[in-house]
Nanobody, 125 residues
Framework: QVQLVESGGGLVQAGDSLRLSCAASGHPFVSYAAGWFRQAPGTEREFVGTINWNGASTYYAAFVKGRFTITRDNAKNTVYLQMDSLTPEDTAVYYC??????????????????WGQGTQVTVSP
């Protein structure tokens, strides 16, 4: 069982940057692939990006357009989402997720088993 806790959300202005963290506990995080998702009010949760177990492989949704970067520090059991050039359209609750996997192709994972509670990101014009 893995517990995930996101942090780092907040209110920023358009064009600013923000780094979200996802701290894992309960099991060595090195055994898990991790993903980031987001959900804006009135919309369904959408995929943002994913990273494989050792950080060597990442995959992003098309709307990221090079603005977001996912990294991880397995020694700290933490995954990060660096978000640059934020726009008001990026306003959402951001969720971290994990699944046990040693695949080098995280974009092919069928789903995630563990989810955090989310952290709010609000981008003002």
């Amino acid at each position: 069982q893995v517990q995930l806790v996101e942090s780092g959300g907040g209110l920023v202005q358009a064009g600013d940057s923000l780094r979200l963290s996802c701290a894992a506990s309960g099991h060595p995080f090195v055994s898990y692939a991790a993903g980031w998702f987001r959900q804006a009010p009135g919309t369904e949760r959408e995929f943002v990006g994913t990273i494989n177990w050792n950080g060597a492989s990442t995959y992003y949704a098309a709307f990221v357009k090079g603005r977001f970067t996912i990294t991880r520090d397995n020694a700290k059991n933490t995954v990060y989402l660096q978000m640059d050039s934020l726009t008001p359209e990026d306003t959402a609750v951001y969720y971290c997720a994990a699944v046990w996997s040693y695949s080098d192709y995280p974009e092919k994972l069928p789903g995630y088993d563990y989810w955090g509670q989310g952290t709010q990101v609000t981008v003002s014009p």
